[in-house]
């Protein structure tokens, strides 16, 4: 006989738990304007790091309370049926019920580890994402106007109500207008519009404000995105982002979440994805700060693909790497990374060293050049989904981490994260030279931007970075990072004929955090043309006093500018 008080009370604990989560969350998420006003980036850096750890630490609490008031029916399924009825009354009207029911999943999670979703009493579905109806005022406000112009453009500058002063709107709205309006007139042959829509909230990150909306005549439309800055003058923008391509850089998977308070984030996402058509909802989700829903988002997609597609899993192309067992579906934007068991020589770290440190960039800033991975434990997959070659790797090679159980496949333990190309395999293909020539000094500005956020690589080699869509240069094998500021950089010694090597052994004794720089070049220039690019612009890489200089920098606590659009789009340099 199930207890409808106790279900109550469960269902309602998780409800109301939740709502003080967020509640905390969005607490945090609005002081970003305040650090913003005050140029207070490294606490706002030291914010995000406790946003981010809200979910886990309530996940823990509600599951203990929910041990304590289930007792013996923690793990009763038909107790859990009924609990996930009487949550979904108490949540319906919430215009973040979808965020709601991804927190009481966190919680089944926990009670049901060992076992896959259930939506019997789960929260789940393979029918594809619907976006939320909501009303216009809930989410943007519209600017009236005959036509794109410098006063249409002071008007959405001024919508938004800070408390420092701009340094010269109007040098900033002629700015905009001077970038924009070609494009607009190349567009469509005039500068007539219906109307301008703003997103209401503002969206932080970094030492950056943006602004964010679209502009609209008839059945034409252009996005934009304004990104403000705040130095002791005041406030300025520094650019304007209008193609969907760059605006996708902006909310790329390899960037920190922005800061931005709303009461409806189905219907932020929604308005996002309108925008930004090739981007997955679950990654829109994660760069606003909502990751487990983004997580929720994503095993959605997988399954609905899964079970929608006539696709295989299979070895990732490219270089089997020592650490990581990688799969992938053919047609599929996701990679699935697997801890092998033991690694080969030379690695020499552990299993749980591994997860430390993609905890670490989990949590970290990750500058524009680092994928976001997001954790998955005891998934099930049909077996028959597995080709023979990759049953082969994982059975030789992790046995701790699958199980192949008769006609299913449990996996305890998987990052999945978007897929790129190898770097390796990109610039040994039939692309064009030209892109080829962009992509190796993009590698190289990748590993200085890492570098200036106190973030060393540690396995430079090209195999360990990967190619986007958009031609950027991520990084993404994570067992050797370590900080720049922990590293020693040295020279190599050198000897003449005459020295005693036996007496100078000490001077070539290496600690594990010594750093040899020249010795980057044998393998991180290709040999041919597209390597004399690289060293023609990049060649400081191989000296130890380039990076030293860095650590400087780090230690007197300059607080490097990171931007998430090219500087060539700035309008000032500085």
């Known amino acids: 006989m199930i207890n409808k008080t106790i279900v109550h009370t469960v269902a309602k604990n998780i409800a109301d738990q939740y709502d003080i989560l967020l509640y905390t969350f969005n607490d945090i998420t609005l002081s970003a304007k305040e650090y913003f006003e005050k140029q207070m980036y490294k606490e706002l850096f030291l914010r995000q790091q406790e946003r981010y750890r809200l979910y886990g630490k309530y996940v823990k609490e509600v599951y203990a309370k929910t041990q304590e008031l289930l007792g013996e029916h923690i793990d009763d399924v038909q107790y859990w049926r009924a609990i996930k009825i009487e949550y979904s009354s108490i949540i319906i009207d919430k215009p973040y019920r979808l965020n709601s029911e991804t927190f009481y999943n966190s919680i089944t999670r926990k009670v049901f580890a060992e076992i896959s979703f259930n939506p019997n009493y789960e929260y789940f579905d393979y029918t594809d994402y619907k976006p939320i109806l909501c009303t216009e005022n809930e989410i943007y406000d519209v600017i009236d106007c005959s036509h794109f112009s410098v006063v249409a453009i002071k008007q959405i500058l001024q919508y938004f109500k800070f408390n420092v002063p701009f340094e010269d709107i109007n040098r900033d709205a002629q700015n905009i207008f001077d970038e924009m309006a070609p494009t607009i007139i190349h567009q469509k042959s005039n500068l007539y519009l219906d109307r301008i829509e703003v997103l209401r909230p503002v969206f932080y990150r970094n030492r950056g404000a943006f602004i964010i909306g679209r502009i609209f005549n008839k059945n034409w439309s252009i996005p934009f995105v304004i990104p403000l800055m705040n130095d002791e003058k005041g406030i300025y923008v520094d650019s304007v982002i209008y193609t969907p391509a760059e605006i996708s850089i902006i909310f790329s998977f390899t960037r920190a979440s922005f800061f931005v308070y709303t009461k409806y984030p189905a219907q932020l996402i929604d308005y996002l994805k309108s925008m930004l058509t ?201 067992d050797e990072i370590a900080k720049v500021t922990e590293c020693r950089f040295r020279r190599i010694p050198q000897f003449t004929d005459d020295d005693d090597m036996r007496g100078n052994a000490e001077m070539i004794a290496a600690e594990p955090n010594d750093i040899f720089p020249e010795e980057f070049k044998s393998f991180m220039a290709p040999d041919g043309p597209i390597g004399e690019i690289f060293l023609a612009e990049h060649n400081e890489l191989f000296d130890p006093k380039f990076w030293r200089d860095i650590q400087k920098r780090i230690q007197t606590g300059d607080y490097i500018r990171f931007f998430a659009y090219d500087k060539y789009k700035r309008f000032r340099n500085d």
């Open 278 to 478: 090739h981007k997955t909802v679950g990654e829109l989700y994660d760069s606003i700060g909502y990751y487990r829903h983004g997580k929720t988002i994503l095993y959605r997609d997988l399954m609905n693909y899964i079970h929608n597609h006539d696709d295989k899993f299979i070895v990732t192309p490219g270089i089997k790497g020592m650490v990581m067992a990688v799969f992938t579906l053919k047609y599929y934007n996701f990679v699935f990374k697997i801890i092998r068991d033991k690694f080969e020589p030379p690695k020499t770290c552990t299993r749980e060293f591994v997860i430390k440190k993609y905890e670490e960039v989990e949590i970290n800033d990750r500058v524009g050049r680092m994928a976001y991975a997001h954790k998955f434990e005891n998934l099930i997959f049909p077996r028959n989904l597995f080709s023979h070659e990759l049953v082969r790797e994982l059975q030789n090679s992790c046995k701790d981490t699958v199980e192949f159980n008769g006609s299913e496949v449990l996996i305890k333990h998987v990052y999945i994260e978007r897929r790129m190309t190898p770097l390796n395999v990109y610039l040994q293909s039939d692309e064009n030279p030209i892109n080829k020539g962009r992509v190796i000094l993009d590698y190289g500005f990748c590993i200085k931007e890492l570098a200036a956020a106190n973030i060393f690589p540690g396995d430079l080699l090209l195999k360990n970075f990967g190619v986007t869509r958009h031609g950027r240069v991520i990084f993404y094998d994570y």
